[in-house]
């Protein structure tokens, strides 16, 4: 199927995003949104991308017969796939995981400083204990 590139800039428009913003969106480069506007073909990956972004169903990017595209365009939300949730947001699939990774080393880290204190303030209570005692004193804390 050859995807329709007035269907695109169609929604696009509608959505008032420019080519830069769905490029982002659907995690494609502007030079592809362009071309396809312009009347390039698309590959699979591309047009679920698209279809991802807007969320519509990839046969409603197609050339089909106008009623047919409507009615794929103007389903629920619920039934647009996994995508809608990221697409909705703003978020491809690069950021997603790039927040993830951060939020790991953010935990990690925190972890890390967690340990440490723990350990140094042990380290400190048992120096105490062990000067308090050599000094002779019958009052140290155990």
Same mark, same amino acid.
């Given at each position: 199927?050859?995807?329709? %590139? !007035?269907?695109?800039?169609?929604? +696009?428009?509608?959505?008032?995003?420019?080519?830069?913003?769905?490029?982002?969106?659907?995690?494609?480069?502007?030079?592809?949104?362009?071309?396809?506007?312009?009347? &390039?073909?698309?590959?699979?990956?591309? =047009?679920?991308?698209?279809?991802?972004?807007?969320?519509?169903? %990839?046969?409603?990017?197609?050339?089909? /017969? %106008?009623?047919?595209? =409507?009615?794929?365009?103007?389903?629920? %939300?619920?039934?647009? &796939?996994?995508?809608?949730?990221?697409?909705?947001?703003?978020?491809?699939? +690069? =950021?997603? +995981?790039?927040?993830?990774?951060? /939020?790991?080393?953010?935990? *990690? $880290?925190?972890?890390?400083?967690? $340990?440490?204190?723990?350990?140094?303030?042990?380290? /400190?209570?048992?120096? =105490? +204990?062990?000067?308090?005692?050599?000094?002779?004193? !019958?009052?140290?804390? *155990?």
């Amino acid at each position: 199927m050859e995807i329709d %590139p !007035t269907e695109i800039r169609r929604l +696009r428009e509608l959505h008032a995003w420019s080519q830069e913003r769905l490029a982002e969106i659907a995690g494609l480069s502007v030079r592809t949104v362009q071309r396809i506007e312009r009347g &390039g073909g698309a590959s699979l990956e591309t =047009r679920m991308a698209l279809a991802a972004a807007f969320e519509v169903a %990839p046969a409603a990017l197609c050339h089909a /017969a %106008p009623d047919e595209a =409507r009615a794929i365009s103007e389903t629920r %939300p619920s039934d647009r &796939g996994p995508y809608t949730l990221r697409a909705r947001r703003g978020l491809d699939a +690069r =950021r997603y +995981r790039a927040a993830m990774v951060l /939020a790991a080393v953010l935990i *990690v $880290f925190g972890l890390f400083l967690l $340990f440490g204190y723990l350990v140094g303030r042990d380290i /400190a209570l048992k120096e =105490r +204990r062990q000067a308090c005692i050599e000094q002779g004193r !019958t009052d140290c804390a *155990v």
